[in-house]
């Protein structure tokens, strides 16, 4: 196997040579006690201006994808009147992201390796803009899926690209702020999307502008990337020392890009002694011990975050604020407060990440995360317990719901509201379309909304997405954004983080990809079965089984995630040669 030094190019180096003091290119300049202070001022800005331009365009994948979550849940309530979508079919338009996200984690694993990560970005900016101007044109429901779908791969693909290029281009010292920073850069793309969303929510085809302006941040991500260099790691495991030195030099202090440098280059030797094929690739991590147990790790932390509900939380927010009362431009621009707050708590999290570490941040998370969900649980019931009641009589099989807010969470049923002087009281059940009830009162009418009565004061009214207001629906997006403000400061970034860290150069492609594959199959379950759930067994018990799934990852992950705060890449392996609780536990034998 031909190791780096027996190169015969024009970047034919000898390896000795490179790792002396003084090896890095003379262009990259660095502060001497020598150089008057303002020209050490300017080495160190030249050094962080560019390391910002780095991380900001490398981001702008998470900016897409939050872009992208922020405005789906209001687009698909006007997407669903415009084409009179079914339960499953906005369930399917939704979820299609997540499958092709999940499908491009697995192609993304070659193209990574193959093409380098600086390419693998500019890929991702691609997919965006394609799907940009296939929903902003989709004539119907079929195109629009397909969109969707193109969009998906873009998702997919950044969830694992970014923090890749920035877990190997990154000071180590900064990783975990830099890391947090994507993730922000995620919940500012949520922000955006919600308020564009509810900008245009009154719109006619308002979700069209929507979709077709995130093709303005994709142009700005591909041609910044076009100036961004490769990762080092990239270049030195592809024969190109030099191009890695001077990457090295632009983000790092000098005696540290010797050390990085070396350390990099010795991994490429040892790669180089048992470089294999896909399937010896395999046959390897199947005999590692440390890769199978981070390939645990990487997969549960994704699986447990998803489980709980968050990309659920965030793509049908608009519709769980909806049930507890509000119409549609209220949902929309309502489910943009609690991001707000998101926002702000991941915040929180880039403080915190780099000083209390991964493994504390993500405990508390997920216990406060437990904690919101319950209350969620506890609103909704209360909520139904105070909406009107049905007449059973009046009930059928289908619609046999005892009251208002768990009837109109059901596909096809809504709610016909009896008044009584001011309030809305007991009514019916049953079946139903958006327009009119299939119920008939006794002087044979049908039940019609209160915007379609002829009569000013209307004694019944027709009730299909969300029941009659109650004073205390706000608890709802209280609710939403308690679990938001619990999540943001480590169940969001925490996962990505470690998911980047814990896998050695030689299978950090498919631990990365398999990562993200369990992160959007995941996606995909909870998005493809939210409103089905909730159609089956309501709101209160859908909210109780996510907060069980978060009980069983608390206690799953407290045994199985160590801490890598601080920790250089090649070092962190080192954490996997056996179960975390069977380390914890040694100290006390």
């Known amino acids: 196997m031909t190791s780096l030094s027996e190169q015969s190019s024009d970047e034919d180096i000898d390896i000795e040579n490179q790792l002396q003091p003084n090896s890095l290119p003379v262009t990259s300049e660095e502060p001497s006690l020598f150089y008057a202070p303002s020209k050490v001022a300017s080495i160190c800005l030249k050094?962080?201006?560019?390391?910002?331009?780095?991380?900001?365009?490398?981001?702008?994948?998470?900016?897409?994808?939050?872009?992208?979550?922020?405005?789906?849940?209001?687009?698909?309530l006007l997407i669903d009147d415009q084409f009179n979508l079914s339960h499953f079919w906005h369930e399917f338009i939704v979820s299609s992201t997540f499958a092709a996200a999940a499908v491009a984690s697995i192609f993304g694993i070659f193209v990574a390796d193959l093409f380098g990560r600086k390419r693998a970005l500019l890929l991702v900016a691609i997919f965006f803009i394609a799907g940009a101007v296939v929903l902003g044109a989709s004539p119907n429901k079929e195109v629009l899926l397909v969109g969707r779908l193109i969009v998906g791969c873009g998702v997919g693909l950044a969830s694992m690209f970014?923090?890749?290029y920035l877990a190997e281009s990154a000071p180590a010292h900064g990783r975990g702020k830099i890391m947090v920073f994507y993730m922000m850069n995620m919940i500012v793309g949520v922000l955006i999307g919600s308020l564009i969303a509810g900008s245009f929510s009154e719109v006619a085809e308002g979700w069209r502008y929507m979709f077709s302006l995130a093709g303005v941040p994709s142009v700005i991500m591909y041609v910044g990337m076009l100036f961004m260099p490769e990762t080092p790691r990239w270049l030195i495991y592809h024969k190109k020392p030099q191009k890695a030195k001077k990457s090295l030099a632009r983000v790092q202090k000098k005696d540290a890009a010797d050390e990085i440098f070396q350390t990099i280059v010795e991994d490429y030797e040892e790669y180089c002694k048992t470089k294999m094929s896909f399937i010896a690739l395999l046959k390897n991590i199947c005999s590692s011990r440390?890769?199978?147990?981070?390939?645990?790790?990487?997969?549960?932390?994704?699986?447990?975050?998803?489980?709980?509900?968050?990309?659920?939380?965030?793509?049908y927010s608009g519709n769980v604020i909806k049930q507890a009362g509000f119409n549609n431009s209220q949902a929309i621009w309502f489910a943009s407060i609690p991001t707000i707050g998101y926002l702000i708590f991941l915040l929180l999290g880039v403080f915190l990440i780099d000083r209390v570490g991964r493994r504390k941040l993500l405990f508390a998370s997920l216990a406060g995360t437990i904690v919101a969900l319950l209350f969620l649980a506890g609103v909704f019931a209360f909520l139904n317990e105070r909406s009107p009641t049905s007449s059973s009589p009046y009930g059928n099989g289908t619609c046999s719901f005892s009251h208002c807010l768990f009837c109109v969470a059901a596909q096809d049923c809504g709610f016909c509201a009896d008044k009584n002087s001011s309030e809305w009281l007991n009514g019916v059940c049953t079946l139903g379309v958006k327009d009119y009830s299939f119920y008939r009162s006794d002087n044979h009418t049908q039940c019609s909304p209160l915007n379609m009565s002829s009569s000013s004061d209307p004694t019944s009214a027709w009730f299909f997405d969300s029941c009659p207001k109650d004073p205390l629906s706000p608890l709802a997006i209280v609710g939403v954004f308690l679990y938001l403000m619990f999540f943001a400061p480590g169940m969001g970034p925490v996962p990505w983080a470690i998911s980047s860290e814990i896998y050695p150069t030689w299978a950090r492609s498919f631990g990365l990809g398999m990562s993200s594959f369990v992160n959007w199959t995941f996606s995909l379950i909870m998005s493809f079965s939210f409103l089905s759930l909730g159609d089956a067994v309501g709101p209160t018990i859908s909210f109780i089984i996510m907060a069980g799934f978060g009980v069983t990852g608390f206690v799953f992950l407290f045994l199985m995630v160590p801490e890598t705060k601080?920790?250089?890449?090649?070092?962190?392996?080192?954490l996997f040669k056996k179960p975390?609780?069977?380390?914890w536990c040694s100290r006390f034998s």
């Open 580 to 583: 975390y609780f069977l380390r």
């Open 162 to 164: 970014v923090p890749m």
């Open 47 to 76: 050094r962080n201006v560019y390391l910002a331009a780095l991380t900001i365009f490398s981001t702008a994948g998470g900016f897409l994808i939050g872009y992208d979550f922020g405005l789906v849940t209001g687009a698909m």
């Open 566 to 574: 601080g920790k250089k890449l090649e070092e962190i392996e080192s």
């Open 290 to 315: 440390s890769v199978i147990l981070a390939l645990i790790v990487g997969g549960s932390i994704h699986m447990f975050k998803n489980l709980t509900g968050i990309n659920a939380i965030i793509y």
